[in-house]
């Protein structure tokens, strides 16, 4: 059994399949939880960069082992770094370190532009590009008759190889053009942009749901998982509406943070 203040090492492997021991102890002695105390030396190897994104933690069998802990303590500690969105389960390979949480300001940026602020190195996958008819919430978003010819681009977005968010756009027809090989290169805000439209400003609102079961096999999810929602109306600088996005974030990878001030 591990005695307190005595560092014991579990050996987690990065992705390159490095072993890089990281020393870990316990204070029985304390009134902090063990398991806390446990999760709060991982999570500070995952701010500090001695737990890597992509490292994988030995099991939980062999970290209790090592620690002297019992395996509910070892996964307890785990999953609350789960929860936190630090570290992920994945079947068949164990427990993974992942980057932490996205955290996005609610103003007028791409997901694409934040992501890439926060060093996060944003990939894009294009499920479809497309012409479609617009539905009743889409054709009022609009500004447009039901049922006429909108454009549609439906993305997945991820960062450092996880799923970060799925995103859903309508855009009037021949507003601009939107090649996919381009929409997989960079943020669709920029895109605009560079067709000469001026983003100007917006109306969003931001909700929460659980994932479909189409929504978590694209987002590595359950069904059922727990997804942040946001709808947006984007005008551009002469009050014209350009596109209206419907995005799925999920929770443990992504938040909103908002300014609040007071009124005098």
């Known amino acids: 059994m591990a005695m307190s203040g005595q560092a014991n090492y579990a050996r987690p492997v990065t992705a390159h399949g490095t072993d890089r021991p990281l020393p870990l102890s316990v204070d029985r002695t304390s009134p902090v939880p063990l398991y806390f105390q446990l999760a709060q030396q991982l999570e500070a190897a995952v701010e500090q960069g001695r737990l890597a994104p992509g490292a994988l933690l030995g099991n939980e069998i062999d970290l209790a082992a090592r620690l002297g802990l019992s395996r509910p303590t070892v996964r307890q500690a785990i999953q609350t770094l789960v929860d936190k969105g630090l570290m992920v389960r994945r079947r068949g390979v164990g427990t993974q370190v992942v980057h932490s949480q996205v955290r996005r300001p609610l103003e007028l940026s791409s997901l694409y532009d934040d992501l890439e602020a926060a060093g996060q190195r944003p990939a894009t996958e294009v499920l479809r590009n497309t012409t479609e008819p617009a539905t009743a919430e889409v054709a009022a978003a609009l500004g447009v008759a039901e049922g006429s010819e909108v454009h549609l681009v439906e993305r997945l977005r991820s960062a450092h190889g996880e799923p970060v968010a799925l995103l859903r756009n309508h855009l009037p027809p021949g507003l601009v053009p939107l090649r ?20 100007h400003s917006a109306r969003q609102s931001v909700g929460a749901r659980a994932a479909t079961v189409g929504e978590a096999g694209v987002l590595d999810e359950e069904p059922g998982a727990p997804l942040l929602t946001m709808e947006r109306v984007t005008y551009d600088d002469t009050g014209r509406v350009v596109e209206f996005g419907s995005h799925v974030y999920r929770a443990a990878r992504y938040a909103f943070e908002f300014q609040l001030l007071v009124r005098p």
Do not use: N, Q, V
């Not at 996919?180 to 983003?199: P, Q, V």
């Open 180 to 199: 996919t090989e381009e929409l997989e290169a960079t943020g669709l805000y920029r895109l605009m942009r560079a067709g000469g439209i001026t983003l």
